[in-house]
């Protein structure tokens, strides 16, 4: 898979529709080489910190019960309003996620936006 470390983000897409998110980045060496990256099957998402020359530190994956465990209030919070999923107790939500085989994507910046993804897959292309 290609580098996205040190690329900055230049926009970014959400299709709510068609459940993908696109991040259009250059290559913090190089202006002139583009790079998507394209998030497959999304689920649920939150950014923070959109600024203009957002620069790309690290994509992480990781299982979702680790998602559960970070945003733990965000889930309590919004769990009466059918976010992520409608479920009862949170071994629900879990076992779900777990089932459809989604991951939980940790997108760590260097400066500007950060956040989360949790979607079945990545890719990354120019």
């Not at 060496?29 to 959109?50: G, K, P, R």
């Not at 956040?115 to 990545?122: D, L, S």
Request: charged share 20%.
């Amino acid at each position: 898979m290609l580098s996205v470390h040190d690329n900055e983000i230049v926009s970014y897409e959400v299709n709510l529709q068609k459940c993908g998110i696109k991040l259009h980045t250059i290559d913090g060496s190089n202006d002139s080489v583009t790079t998507t990256i394209e998030f497959i099957d999304v689920l649920a998402h939150m950014f923070e910190a959109q600024l203009q020359g957002s620069i790309i530190f690290d994509i992480s994956s990781f299982e979702v019960s680790r998602f559960l465990k970070s945003n733990k209030a965000l889930l309590e919070k919004q769990k009466n309003y059918g976010w992520p999923i409608h479920y009862e107790k949170i071994e629900d939500l879990i076992e779900h996620l777990q089932n459809e085989k989604y991951n939980y994507y940790v997108i760590s910046a260097s400066y500007g936006l950060n956040g989360w993804v949790i979607a079945k897959g990545y890719k990354v292309y120019n």
